[in-house]
C-alpha cells in the first residue's frame, strides 16, 4: 500500500522530490507546504492535492499523512532543517530530510536522539550510493574481492576554474566561509563511509584560490581531507567548488582499494572497475586489464528516485530504526566528519577525532 507524504519546502529540490514521487508506486503524495504560497499553490496545482502555508497544518488537517519530506534549504543549505523535522518527528511522523541534515551539529545530534525518543524513522537524503555502480562495488566487498581496506580515494567536485567563476548573490551562499563544507561534504563522506566503514581520525589543508580572494570571496572552497578509519585503513578526500577544470575522472570517482582487489567507480552512476590482485602482478609497469561493468547512463538525477524508493521501502517493510538505509545515524555521522574538517582547518590543520556517535541499542521488537 503506498505510503502517505506530505512535502515541506518547494523550491527546486522539493520540486525534484514531488516528480519522483509521482513516478513510485510505493508514494502517495497528497500535500505540500511552503511559507511562500506562490509556491505551495503551483506544486499543488501540478498535482491535483493540497497545498499549505504551515506545517503545523499540513499535519493537523491530513490525518492520514504518515512521511514528511523536509527539502527546507537555507544558509549554507541546511539552517531550515532542524525545525520543520523537530515538529514533524514531535507529531509521530517519519521524516526524510535533505542533506546535510542540519546547519549545526548540535542540532543533528538532538534530532537523531528525538527521533529514537519517538520511535520514528527519520532518513536523509544521503542518494549518491543509492546507485547500481554502487551496488555492484558492495558486493566486490561483501563476497571478500576487496579483502582487508588498504585505501580509499575520494574525488568529488564541480568543474570551473577562475574564468568561470561569478561571486555568488544568495545570502545563503555569499559571507558563509563554510558553505562548500558544510552543502557538499555530506555526499563524499558518506560514499566513503558506507564503503569503509566508521571514520576516526581528520585532518584538512583548506583554502580558496587568489580569485575568490580578490572578490571578497570568504568561501573554503578547496578541501584536501586525510582520514583514517576504525578499521585501520586510510583514505584521502579532494573535494572544490568550482575551482579548476576536470581532470582524469571527472566530477565524481571513488577508489577502493584492499588486500585482493581494487575498485574504482565513474561520474557516480556510470561503471565500476575491478582489479584482482593475483600472484605475479607486476609492481610497477602494466597490469591486467579490469573487469569493467558499465551501466550505460551518464543520469545522475535518477539517484533520486533510487535513493526515495529505497526509504519508502524500508518504511513499508517495516525494518529496524537501525537498518533503515542512509539514517538519522548515518548523516548525523557524516555532519560530525564535516565539523571536523571545520575545526582541523581553524586549527591550521590539526588532527581531529570527529564527536563520538551515539550507541547503537537495538530495538526489542527486532532482536531475540
Not at 566487498?141 to 570551473?160: P, R
Not at 550505460?296 to 533520486?304: A, H, K
Request: one cysteine or more; proline letters at 4%.
Amino acid at each position: 500500500m503506498a505510503l502517505k507524504i506530505g512535502i515541506v519546502g518547494l523550491n527546486g529540490i522539493g520540486k525534484n522530490h514531488a516528480a519522483c514521487y509521482q513516478e513510485d508506486e510505493l508514494a502517495d503524495l497528497i500535500a505540500v507546504c511552503d511559507v511562500v504560497k506562490e509556491r505551495a499553490d503551483a506544486v499543488a496545482e501540478k498535482y491535483g492535492i493540497k497545498a499549505y502555508y504551515s506545517l503545523k497544518d499540513m499535519i493537523e488537517n491530513e490525518p492520514d499523512l504518515q512521511i514528511v519530506d523536509v527539502t527546507t534549504g537555507g544558509i549554507d543549505n541546511g539552517s531550515w532543517h532542524f525545525e520543520p523535522a523537530m515538529e514533524a518527528v514531535g507529531y509521530g511522523k517519519h521524516v526524510l530530510v535533505e542533506k546535510p541534515i542540519c546547519h549545526d551539529v548540535r542540532q543533528a545530534r538532538e534530532l537523531v536522539a528525538f527521533a529514537e525518543k519517538q520511535n520514528v524513522y527519520l532518513g536523509c537524503n544521503l542518494n549518491h550510493y543509492f546507485t547500481k555502480p554502487a551496488e555492484r562495488a558492495k558486493q566486490y566487498i561483501d563476497n571478500g574481492d576487496i579483502g582487508e581496506l588498504v585505501y580509499c580515494l575520494a574525488k568529488m567536485g564541480f568543474n570551473g576554474g577562475e574564468l568561470n567563476y561569478a561571486l555568488a548573490k544568495s545570502p545563503k551562499v555569499n559571507g558563509h566561509p563554510y558553505f562548500h563544507m558544510k552543502a557538499f561534504l555530506t555526499h563524499p563522506f558518506s560514499v566513503m563511509r558506507h564503503f569503509c566503514g566508521d571514520i576516526t581520525h581528520i585532518q584538512t589543508f583548506s583554502d580558496r584560490p587568489g580569485f575568490r580572494r580578490s572578490a571578497g570571496d570568504v568561501m573554503v572552497s578547496i578541501n584536501s581531507i586525510h582520514v583514517k578509519f576504525a578499521n585501520g585503513g586510510v583514505g584521502y578526500l579532494l573535494s572544490q567548488r568550482g575551482d579548476a577544470a576536470y581532470g582524469l575522472g571527472g566530477w565524481w570517482s571513488v577508489e577502493v582499494a584492499g588486500t585482493r582487489g581494487t575498485f574504482c567507480i565513474e561520474n557516480c552512476v556510470e561503471k565500476v572497475s575491478y582489479w584482482k590482485a593475483e600472484k605475479g602482478i607486476p609492481a610497477i609497469s602494466s597490469q591486467p586489464a579490469p573487469e569493467v561493468t558499465d551501466f550505460g547512463t551518464t543520469d545522475f538525477n535518477r539517484t533520486f528516485n533510487n535513493r526515495l524508493h529505497a526509504f519508502l521501502e524500508d518504511v513499508s517493510n517495516g525494518v529496524p530504526r537501525d537498518q533503515l538505509r542512509a539514517n538519522g545515524r548515518d548523516a548525523l555521522a557524516v555532519l560530525e566528519y564535516t565539523f571536523a574538517v571545520i575545526e582541523s582547518y581553524e586549527r591550521g590543520g590539526e588532527l581531529v577525532r570527529p564527536h563520538a556517535l551515539p550507541p547503537l541499542t537495538g530495538d526489542p521488537h527486532f532482536m531475540k
